[in-house]
């Protein structure tokens, strides 16, 4: 019997410092934790939700009424060309004992928060890099608790997706196929570009990242396409960036009480210290609407929300 916490508050486990408790709350240490207790609620019909890093997410101010089953498995084996890490691995280490040992292909994750089973689930990506890029297999538990071991092909990855977040299975861990080259090389351009996110990103604000996704140039309307031109980029197909959008449309600095657009980066919303879940909710609100308005554009959201 796993001996689960009560009425734990939730906001100091997010990157946005947000939310209110969860009813339940265990730390996994070990896949068996992680299998064990989401037996127990099951067997109790208590909700879950899986929390990694909290980089990606918008926690209710009324919490969560279940299990927060937070994943702390930090196992790592690095063998050379295969590394194998669980799901609790933060991916800022992921990325550190990798390139130092001139082991490449995660040297694009340089900066990003949060953990290998949050940046599999989310297929994470930035800077032409995403995480199926490199991925061999995944270790998971399906939606009735069964082990299973998805080979990429299997994992349906996608522009911020997988079979993971579609059938909410949950990662206990990932192999990685990595490529050998030089040291020096593969940890200068980690370095670079978290170097590049200090710069561009309100890293002095808790935050969740980007808040939508970058919108594929095909769903723009052809009438705008002169007029985005110089904004897109591929990352990892054609893109008009949100942040631009939200710059255009003049919301730069907007605030709903204590939640504000960031200026230096429109597609981050901070948290200028006591923002509310419901301040973000209904500054998301007047984005998407904004948006919509101006450009004929519908902004979906990449932040996960919690409640
Ligand atoms: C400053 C900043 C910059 C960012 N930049 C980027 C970027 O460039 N590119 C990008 O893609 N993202 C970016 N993000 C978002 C975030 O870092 C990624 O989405 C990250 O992969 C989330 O991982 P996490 O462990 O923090 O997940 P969490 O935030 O804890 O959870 C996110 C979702 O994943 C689920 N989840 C977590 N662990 C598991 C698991 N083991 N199994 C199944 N589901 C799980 C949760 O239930 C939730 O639905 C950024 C965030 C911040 C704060």
Known sequence: MMKFKKNVLLAPYTTFKIGGKARHFFVAKTAEDVEKALFQAREKNIPFFV????????????????????IENR??????????AAAGVNLPRLVRETTKRGLGGLEWAGGLPGTVGGAVR?????FGGETKDSILFVDCLDEKGKRRKLSRGKCQFSYRSSIFKKKNWIVLGASFKMKQGNAKEFMNIAKDHINYR????????????????NCDLKEVPKKLHEFVKPAVKTDPFPVVPTAFLISEAGLKHFCIGKAEVSEKHPNFLINRGGASAKD???????????????????LEEEVQFVK
């Open 51 to 70: 929390l990694g890093g909290g980089s990606n997410l918008l926690v209710s101010d009324k919490g969560f009424k279940g299990l927060v089953l937070k």
């Open 75 to 84: 196992k790592l084996k690095i063998g050379n060309p295969v590394v194998y």
């Open 122 to 126: 989310g297929n994470a990506g930035a």
């Open 198 to 213: 200090k710069q561009r990103n309100p890293l002095e604000f808790p935050n969740a990242g980007s808040i939508f996704k």
């Open 280 to 298: 973000v909710q209904q500054l998301i609100k007047k984005i998407k609407n904004t948006i919509k308005k101006k450009f004929s554009i519908t």
